[in-house]
């Protein structure tokens, strides 16, 4: 953890905001090798999509370590803070005693670095950590083909707004679970055992280490 830490405030109501343009051009500076990375990148995705009219494809490669944390293992625990606290034990600081219960822009920029910093540092070790326990497990190239691409376009669609068909939904429904069975039966023959598809862990294992597949 010695990484420096730096806060862009653009709208708290009691501190020196810097001009929304500065931000979004000191953002789209950054080289595009080095990877963006946030804990749930889609909540990001709308924060800079109204505040900055940015899409953050544009900035390079994107990392969210909440989902690296769900592929890794559906049923840990999802919260930043709980992370860190299990990965690290270290008890961070709540939302709600740095801020007394305000929203983030009724508190001062000074107190926002202070809880953004800490937050953001955590969360680039859990990168880490997540990155290679993902390449240990090979089910980085899964998490990067399959799962990461899906997040802007679930966060584009939170943010526009999608109409439904909820007929056709419904329908579609129907024929999906009744695919999703056929499936679950032949890739258990195959497996010679029945595997949870709804686990990325354990679709993972079957495809690159019982099968062997090429990555």
Same mark, same amino acid.
């Given at each position: 953890m010695d990484g420096f830490c730096y806060y862009h405030s653009i709208d708290h109501l009691d501190s020196f905001n810097m001009p929304k343009e500065s931000v979004r051009d000191v953002l789209l500076a950054k080289p595009k090798t080095s990877p963006l990375a946030a804990h749930n990148m889609g909540f990001e995705w709308t924060i800079s999509k109204n505040c900055l009219d940015l899409d953050l494809r544009d900035l390079g490669e994107l990392q969210d370590t909440m989902l690296m944390s769900y592929v890794l293992d559906t049923t840990q625990a999802k919260g930043l803070k709980e992370l860190v606290r299990l990965k690290f034990d270290i008890l961070q600081d709540s939302y709600e005693a740095t801020t007394g219960g305000l929203k983030m822009n009724e508190i001062t920029a000074r107190q926002a670095f202070r809880y953004g910093c800490d937050d953001s &540092? @955590?969360?680039?070790? #859990?990168? &880490? #950590? @997540?990155?290679k326990q993902l390449k240990d497990l090979g089910?980085? &190239?899964y998490y990067m083909a399959v799962e990461m691409p899906i997040v802007p376009i679930i966060a584009e669609m939170s943010h526009r707004g999608a109409y439904v068909d909820q007929g056709l939904l419904h329908t579609r429904g129907i024929q999906a679970k009744k695919n999703m069975i056929e499936l679950e039966t032949e890739i258990a023959s195959i497996a010679g055992k029945r595997i949870n598809l709804h686990s990325p862990k354990q679709v993972s294992q079957l495809l690159y280490k019982d099968l062997k597949l090429p990555m």
């Amino acid at each position: 953890m010695d990484g420096f830490c730096y806060y862009h405030s653009i709208d708290h109501l009691d501190s020196f905001n810097m001009p929304k343009e500065s931000v979004r051009d000191v953002l789209l500076a950054k080289p595009k090798t080095s990877p963006l990375a946030a804990h749930n990148m889609g909540f990001e995705w709308t924060i800079s999509k109204n505040c900055l009219d940015l899409d953050l494809r544009d900035l390079g490669e994107l990392q969210d370590t909440m989902l690296m944390s769900y592929v890794l293992d559906t049923t840990q625990a999802k919260g930043l803070k709980e992370l860190v606290r299990l990965k690290f034990d270290i008890l961070q600081d709540s939302y709600e005693a740095t801020t007394g219960g305000l929203k983030m822009n009724e508190i001062t920029a000074r107190q926002a670095f202070r809880y953004g910093c800490d937050d953001s &540092e @955590f969360q680039w070790d #859990l990168s &880490e #950590l @997540f990155i290679k326990q993902l390449k240990d497990l090979g089910a980085y &190239e899964y998490y990067m083909a399959v799962e990461m691409p899906i997040v802007p376009i679930i966060a584009e669609m939170s943010h526009r707004g999608a109409y439904v068909d909820q007929g056709l939904l419904h329908t579609r429904g129907i024929q999906a679970k009744k695919n999703m069975i056929e499936l679950e039966t032949e890739i258990a023959s195959i497996a010679g055992k029945r595997i949870n598809l709804h686990s990325p862990k354990q679709v993972s294992q079957l495809l690159y280490k019982d099968l062997k597949l090429p990555m």
